[in-house]
């Protein structure tokens, strides 16, 4: 069966975000005043065939803790749906 | 062991780019270094007499670059690739207790990989550091002073003394040294009581100073940090492009010869460790 993994990989609380800070900076300067905060994440789309939803969930937890993401600075979620 | 039989692997992937002046520090010294592409250790798409082990070798070296464009994160996936096949004799090597040297992009891998910090395992399966985003969310690169600190232990900075102050450049954008949050000072205290401390960003009067003197935010001003064995080695800076006092952007103001540059002791360092201790 192919699912499709969605992972949001996203900064701890608390951890310094540059990149977030000068989006808003720059947005601010475009003249949008009414952003009052800007968060950058990063997404994966992965497209995994297994046997059901309980083992990619699983393999995908591995992937994030091996790869996607460092836990020293990073949470992540994770959303799978079956394709048909 | 004789300088010359010093065999040093020279590790890359598409995207490192400091290793010629990596091979060359080394090489000026009398030692053997090697480019040795990843994938000749973990013999795929190459041909038989390319084949290398790590056991040919008495020193590791990461050199600097953007290591499979920086994509996930810095040094994330050459860190995967070299765990996908190597993670054992990676951990042999480092348990003889020979050298690992991780020089900027290096350091970023040697940390994703878990060889750094290094407190009290030599390999950690999930990384327990990371090196972030400069807080500039810039690129910085510019000379930087480093402050010796460590008190014998690494064995890449026996040359130099305790509190002298070196000028190295440095030249990246993610450098910030971070550990747990919650744990930040229990790791901070573990590393100054382990000696695992190196280099700290000072300002030229030796003072801790903050931005712009430490360029990326990096806590407690850490600019490099060895694992509690002292052979495992990280840094942001760039030794090998201050190997000679003509490198360094004042050298003829100074009056100094110019043939030691500050960055040479880290090279001298760990090429004398190996010929005493092998």
Redesign the interface.
């Known amino acids: 069966m192919m699912f499709e993994a969605k992972v949001t990989v996203r900064l701890?609380k608390?951890?310094?975000d540059?990149?977030g800070?000068?989006t808003l900076k720059a947005l601010r300067l475009l003249g949008f005043e009414n952003v009052k905060n800007a968060q950058t994440t990063r997404m994966f789309n992965l497209m995994i065939d297994g046997k059901d939803k309980k083992t990619v969930q699983k393999d995908v937890e591995q992937m994030c803790?091996?790869?996607?993401t460092?836990?020293?600075?990073h949470v992540y979620e994770i959303e799978i749906s079956e394709q048909k | 062991m004789k300088t010359k039989d010093i065999n040093v692997a020279i590790l890359r992937i598409e995207g490192t780019n400091c290793e010629q002046e990596s091979y060359d520090a080394f090489k000026r010294l009398g030692a053997n270094p090697e480019f040795v592409h990843l994938k000749q250790l973990l013999h795929i798409d190459c041909d038989k007499n390319e084949i290398r082990d790590l056991s040919q070798y008495q020193c590791l070296m990461v050199p600097g670059g953007f290591s499979a464009g920086d994509y996930?994160?810095a040094g994330?996936?050459f860190a995967?690739r070299i765990?996908s096949k190597l993670q054992t004799p990676l951990k042999n090597f480092v348990e003889q207790e020979y050298p690992v040297l991780g020089i900027c992009n290096g350091f970023q891998v040697l940390t994703?990989l878990g060889l750094l910090p290094g407190i009290d395992t030599i390999i950690s399966p999930?990384?327990?550091?990371?090196l972030?985003?400069?807080?500039?969310?810039r690129y910085e690169c510019r000379p930087t002073l480093l402050k010796h600190e460590n008190k014998g232990k690494c064995v890449f900075t026996k040359n130099l003394k305790k509190n002298e102050i070196r000028l190295i450049p440095s030249a990246h954008a993610e450098g910030k040294l971070?550990?747990?949050?919650e744990k930040q000072n229990e790791y901070l205290k573990k590393l100054e009581n382990n000696d695992q401390i190196v280099f700290r960003y000072v300002d030229p009067d030796g003072n801790y100073a903050g931005y712009p003197w430490n360029p990326n935010?990096s806590m407690s001003n850490i600019a490099g940090i060895c694992n509690h064995i002292g052979n495992v080695f990280g840094m942001m800076p760039h030794p090998e492009r201050s190997f000679y006092r003509y490198q360094h952007p004042d050298w003829t103001q100074t009056g100094l010869s110019p043939s030691e540059g500050d960055g040479q002791a880290i090279f001298t360092s760990v090429v004398d460790y190996i010929s005493k201790r092998f």
Do not use: H, T, W, Y
């Not at chain 1, 803790?65 to 996607?68: D, E, G, H």
């Not at chain 2, 972030?132 to 969310?137: F, G, M, Q």
């Not at chain 2, 971070?178 to 949050?181: A, G, I, S, T």
């Open positions: 701890k608390g951890i310094s540059p990149e800070v000068n803790q091996r790869l996607l460092n836990p020293v600075v | 996930i994160r994330a996936i995967a765990k994703e999930i990384p327990d550091a990371c972030n985003i400069n807080d500039s969310n971070m550990f747990p949050l935010g």
